[in-house]
């Protein structure tokens, strides 16, 4: 089998990508073999990269958010048929979907939504469970309330997903942080309410939206950079949901006098530990994929850079870490 891996080149002295034949790996009982006909690509993919180096060189299959057709049962397999249409983001501690096929718990995999193909559907699996378990989980927000909920890092990957869930899922009322032309744009054809500069005071800002503040934070960006504008506009009782990790330590105390809390979000934290829920992510991607094919949600790809190879994986990962990216990036299978 064909793949695409990170490893340590001590030519170059640096993590590189590059194709590689390995022997096809064995199915648990739980486990589908997936023949990968689409991928996109999130900061985990250059993360895990990054880390590659001499002391620990590799090789490593990256990608983990996929989709694709259902080509191996395992024996107690029973969520899945063959040949059936699927969209899945993976388990961090297995070889990613930078491949011809890939093995995944059934647990974790959701029926393709119909009406997308299969780079429109790669885009949304690891940010839609990312996402919806901020929401619903981490934040625990109740779908009735009307609560202000603020989005740092809007029109990224996982924050144009949640944009949607919470515009259609809730009541919620949403601000989102963008500061182009061209992502203020984005947020707002999603559902965002109000856009503010992520650079500026937050609070100053929705005043003049006639807010005093926001009942729950969604953090999509380096805390360290926010943690001081948050805890101003946070109102009392509020949490932030933070899905990375910080550069540098924060200063808790800031959330301390409106008793604010601080959650994290790491979608991978089921498939890694093998919870016992860890079905939850089957279904909260049939659950949106639902909404999808009824058109209420639609698919974030906005790059596509064609088939799976070395050349687009590295333009992809150098165009993740500029930073400026909307939405999500896209690829194909690899060619045959």
């Not at 993590?15 to 739980?30: C, F, I, Y």
Request: proline fraction near 4%.
């Amino acid at each position: 089998m064909k793949v695409i891996a990170a490893l340590f080149d001590p030519k170059e002295k640096k993590s590189v990508l590059r194709s590689l034949e390995v022997e096809n790996q064995p199915l648990g009982d739980h486990d589908v073999r997936v023949e990968v006909k689409a991928i996109s690509v999130n900061p985990v993919d250059y993360k895990i990269r990054n880390s590659i180096n001499e002391g620990n060189p590799g090789p490593r299959v990256l990608g983990w958010d996929a989709a694709g057709v259902v080509t191996e049962l395992g024996k107690k397999v029973t969520t899945l048929q063959l040949g059936e249409e699927v969209f899945y983001a993976g388990d961090l501690k297995r070889q990613g979907s930078n491949a011809e096929s890939q093995i995944v718990d059934e647990f974790i995999v959701g029926k393709k939504p119909k009406n997308l193909n299969f780079k429109e559907a790669a885009s949304l699996p690891l940010t839609t469970i990312t996402a919806y378990e901020a929401i619903f989980e981490k934040l625990k927000l109740d779908p009735s309330l009307k609560k202000n909920i603020l989005i740092v890092a809007g029109a990224g990957g996982v924050g144009s997903i949640s944009i949607q869930i919470l515009k259609q899922m809730t009541k919620a009322t949403v601000i989102a942080t963008s500061s182009r032309e061209e992502s203020i744009s984005w947020v707002k054809s999603l559902g965002a309410d109000y856009t503010v500069d992520p650079k500026k005071d937050y609070t100053e800002q929705i005043k003049n939206f006639g807010l005093s503040g926001v009942d729950e934070v969604l953090l999509f960006t380096d805390p360290k950079d926010q943690i001081e504008n948050l805890s101003k506009v946070l109102n009392p009782f509020g949490n932030i949901c933070s899905i990375v990790e910080s550069g540098e330590p924060l200063n808790m105390n800031l959330l301390k006098s409106k008793s604010n809390g601080y959650l994290n979000e790491f979608m991978f934290t089921k498939s890694m530990f093998q919870t016992e829920d860890r079905i939850k992510q089957k279904h909260l991607l049939e659950e949106i994929g639902k909404l999808v094919e009824t058109g209420k949600i639609i698919p974030t790809n906005r790059i596509d850079l064609g088939e799976m190879t070395e050349e687009s994986l590295n333009k992809a990962h150098e165009l993740l870490q500029s930073g400026k990216t909307i939405g999500k990036i896209v690829l194909g299978g690899m060619r045959k």
